[in-house]
C-alpha cells in the first residue's frame, strides 16, 4: 500500500515533464500517453495489470479499499511491484540524460492547524492495549482482519503513525461495509470486487441514497456525530481529507502527524465498542475508554461549510471587537480642525443600525438582547458565540443550501478585511499625527476616518449577527419558491456587493471615508426593505 501511493505520487511528477495537469485518478495517469513516451507503453501496460485496471489484479483498490486480507496477497505481488518500480527509475535516468529535463518533485501536503483536529484525548498504552482486546471481541472487525489491526495499533505503539493510518483506514472501510451491508440487507455487496459490479467504499456507503435511490441506513445506525466525524475527516474539501491523501501519495510519511494518527485510533476504538455482539458495557466504561466514548458523541463538524463559516464570524467579531483598544487623538485636537463634519450623519446610520436590530431582536436569544443598547459590542459578542454554538444539521445539504453558503462566507471574509484594515489604518494614522507627520490634507483624512468607525463598528457587527441569524435557518431556504429564492439571492450577493465596496474604500490606498457613510446608508436602506418584505430565512421560522 505504501508502495503504490508513492510509486502514484511519483508517476505524477514524470507526467508533469511533459504534461500540464496531472491526472487525479491512477488509472487514467497510467494510460497516459505522457507516460508511455518516458517508459514505453509495454512497461505501462505491466503496471496497468497489477495496479491500474479492474480487469486486472488490482491490486491497489483491493488494498486501500480493505477487500483483501492478510494471507491473500501473495509476496510475490510485492516482490514484481518492487522490481517494476527499480525498473522504473533505470528508465527514467535514460530519458532524462537523453532529453536533458530535470525531474521536479511537488511539495507534499502538510497539515496546518493541528489543533482544528484535536478531538479525542492521547491515547496512552494502556488505552492501547485495551483496544487490544476489543478487536479479538468486536464484531465490527472480520475475523481474517484481525491481523491488520494489530499491526495498525503495534505501528502507533511504535511511533509509525502513517504507517498506523494506512493499515487502519481500510479495516474502518471494511468494518464500515460489513455495517452497511448488514443495515441494507445487501450482503452480496460485502466482498465486492469484481470489474462487473460496483464497488461498496466509503463513498457510497456515506452517501445519502444507495445506487438503487433507497435511503441508506447505515448513517441513521451511525448517528450524526460519527457520520460527521466520517465527513470531516475523509470528504470535505477544507477538511484533511486523510485517505484520499495518503493513497495519493501527497504526504510525506515521514512526517506525518502524531495528533491526526491519535484521531483515526481513538474514533476506530469506539467503533469497536459500538458495533459488537458481545456485552461491552465493561468496556465502554472503562476509565480510558469512556472519554473517547463521550468525545466521539459530543463531535461536531469542523469542516462543512456550515461550520467554517461559524469559524469566520467569531474570528471577525473578536477582530472587531479590538477596535475598541485603537488610539484615538485628543478631543482638543480635532477642534482645531476646520471644517470637519458628518457626526450628524454617522449619528443617523447609528439609529438606522439600531433600529434594524431591534427588529431581529425577536430572533436572538433574550439573555443577549438589550432594548437600551441593542448595538452593544459586548452583547453582540456574546449573542454571536451563543448562536454559533447551536448545532446545525449539516449531513446532505442540498445545492441550494450551498449556494447561499458560498456567498454568506464571501460577506463575512470581507467584513473581516475590513476590520483588518481599519486597525492597520487607525494605527498607522495615529502614530503620525503624534509624530506631526501627517500634511494638512491627510489630518483632515484620518479625522473622518475617526468618524467613520462610529458606524462602521455597528454595522459590521449587524451584518455578522445577520448572516449568523441566516446560517442558524438555512435549511429553509429549500422552501422558498424560484422567484423568492431569486430575490434572496439577489439580496444577499447586494450585501456581499456592498463589503466589497467597503474593502476598496477602506484600502490604504483609497482612504474614501466620506463615501462610506452613503454607501452605508444605502445598504441599511435595503436591509430594512428586505426585512419588511419577511424575505430573510430566519423570518421563515416563525
Not at 72 to 90: D, N, R, V
Not at 94 to 103: R, V
Amino acid at each position: 500500500m505504501k508502495l503504490t501511493s508513492c510509486l502514484e505520487r511519483a508517476l505524477g511528477d514524470v507526467y508533469l515533464l511533459i504534461g500540464k495537469d496531472c491526472p487525479f485518478l491512477l488509472r487514467d495517469l497510467l494510460v497516459s500517453e505522457q507516460l508511455a513516451i518516458v517508459f514505453g507503453r509495454a512497461v505501462m501496460n505491466v503496471l496497468r495489470v497489477f495496479i491500474g485496471s479492474p480487469y486486472g489484479l488490482n491490486l491497489r483498490n483491493v488494498l486501500w479499499h480493505g477487500f483483501a486480507s492478510p494471507q491473500e496477497i501473495p509476496a510475490k505481488y510485492c516482490a514484481m511491484l518492487l522490481f517494476l518500480t527499480a525498473g522504473l527509475g533505470q528508465l527514467l535516468q535514460t530519458y532524462l540524460l537523453q532529453t536533458k529535463c530535470i525531474l521536479v518533485h511537488r511539495p507534499y501536503v502538510i497539515f496546518v492547524s493541528l489543533e482544528e483536529l484535536d478531538v479525542f484525548p492521547d491515547l496512552n498504552h494502556e488505552t492501547l492495549s485495551v483496544a487490544e482486546e476489543l478487536v479479538k471481541l468486536s464484531s465490527f472487525v472480520l475475523k481474517t482482519m484481525i491481523p491488520f489491526w494489530m499491526a495498525a495499533l503495534t505501528a502507533f505503539k511504535q511511533s509509525r503513525y502513517a504507517d498506523c493510518v494506512i493499515l487502519l483506514l481500510p479495516q474502518l472501510e471494511a468494518g464500515l461495509r460489513l455495517l452497511f451491508t448488514t443495515t441494507n440487507k445487501c450482503p452480496n455487496r460485502l466482498l465486492t470486487a469484481e470489474p462487473s459490479a460496483l464497488y461498496t467504499t466509503f463513498d457510497e456507503m456515506l452517501a445519502k441514497r444507495l445506487d438503487n435511490e433507497e435511503v441508506n441506513q447505515l448513517p441513521a445506525v451511525l448517528e450524526e456525530p460519527a457520520m460527521e466525524f466520517l465527513w470531516d475527516f475523509l470528504n470535505h474539501q477544507e477538511g484533511p481529507r486523510i485517505r484520499d491523501r495518503l493513497s495519493h501519495g501527497e504526504i510525506n510519511l515521514e512526517a506525518f502527524p502524531r495528533e491526526v494518527a491519535n484521531q483515526i485510533v481513538a474514533f476506530a476504538i469506539t467503533l469497536l465498542c459500538r458495533f459488537s455482539d458481545e456485552d461491552m458495557f465493561a468496556f465502554k466504561e472503562h476509565t480510558v475508554i469512556k472519554p473517547l466514548m463521550n468525545c466521539a458523541n459530543c463531535y461536531r463538524s469542523r469542516f462543512h461549510p456550515i461550520s467554517r463559516l461559524k469559524k469566520q464570524v467569531l474570528e471577525c467579531m473578536k477582530s472587531i471587537h479590538l477596535w475598541r483598544e485603537l488610539p484615538t487623538v485628543p478631543e482638543e485636537h480635532v477642534q482645531t480642525i476646520k471644517g470637519l463634519e458628518g457626526n450628524a450623519e454617522a449619528s443617523t446610520l447609528i439609529l438606522m443600525i439600531s433600529e434594524i436590530i431591534s427588529q431581529l431582536q425577536q430572533y436572538m436569544p433574550q439573555n443577549c438582547c438589550s432594548s437600551d443598547d441593542p448595538i452593544n459590542s459586548v452583547l453582540t459578542e456574546r449573542l454571536l458565540t451563543e448562536l454559533c454554538d447551536r448545532r446545525i444539521c449539516t449531513l446532505y445539504s442540498p445545492r441550494p443550501v450551498l449556494e447561499i453558503l458560498v456567498i454568506l462566507r464571501k460577506i463575512s471574509t470581507q467584513c473581516h478585511q475590513v476590520s483588518e484594515q481599519v486597525i492597520a489604518s487607525t494605527e498607522l494614522r495615529y502614530k503620525r499625527w503624534m509624530n506631526k507627520t501627517l500634511r494638512s490634507r491627510q489630518r483632515h483624512n484620518y479625522l473622518r476616518m475617526l468618524n467613520s468607525i462610529k458606524f462602521l463598528s455597528p454595522v459590521l457587527r449587524l451584518v455578522l449577527v445577520l448572516i449568523t441569524l441566516e446560517v442558524l435557518n438555512i435549511h429553509l431556504v429549500c422552501q422558498k419558491n424560484p422567484f423568492d429564492y431569486q430575490q434572496y439571492l439577489k439580496f444577499l450577493k447586494s450585501v456581499l456587493q456592498y463589503t466589497e465596496n467597503l474593502v476598496t474604500y477602506t484600502s490604504p490606498e483609497k482612504n474614501k471615508w466620506d463615501e462610506t457613510m452613503e454607501l452605508t446608508n444605502k445598504a441599511l436602506i435595503k436591509i430594512r426593505k428586505i426585512g419588511d418584505r419577511k424575505l430573510m430565512l430566519m423570518q421563515l421560522a416563525t
